[in-house]
């Protein structure tokens, strides 16, 4: 699905920006935020990124109407973060990126911690304990 940026028409046609676009921006936004391991891909997701593919959407879902947008993300958060933190700083730079890119509302976004991912040095220690 697409969606125009507003409802004016340009000059020379219109602009329109796709979910996929949106979900890419998450995405990035998502992977700068510190104890954030990474977006959940889940396990098609997985297989294809052992394989060397990489897609930017995989964990993010994406709506977009009337100018609005509605972002849903599965993360896994880095064992020892707090999750309501750094879900809330996801939320904040989600937000501020799509809508300096965009120009579009961001009008709800909806973070799924799915996930714990233990550090790989101190993994047998904490299970161990």
């Known amino acids: 699905m697409k969606d125009q940026i507003n409802n004016e028409d340009f000059q020379n046609g219109s602009v329109s920006i796709s979910e996929d676009v949106v979900s890419t921006i998450t995405n990035i936004a998502l992977n700068e935020i510190e104890g954030i391991a990474k977006v959940s891909t889940g396990l098609t997701g997985g297989i294809t990124e052992k394989l060397g593919m990489k897609n930017l959407t995989k964990g993010i879902s994406t709506i977009i109407e009337d100018g609005f947008v509605k ?41 799924n911690v799915v996930e714990v991912v233990f550090p790989k040095d101190n993994k047998k220690d904490i299970i161990e304990k």
């Open 71 to 111: 972002i849903e993300a599965d993360i896994a958060i880095e064992y020892g973060n707090n999750i309501k933190e750094v879900s809330l700083k996801a939320q904040k730079s989600i937000k501020e990126n799509i809508e300096t890119m965009t120009e579009m509302t961001v009008d709800k976004i909806d973070i």
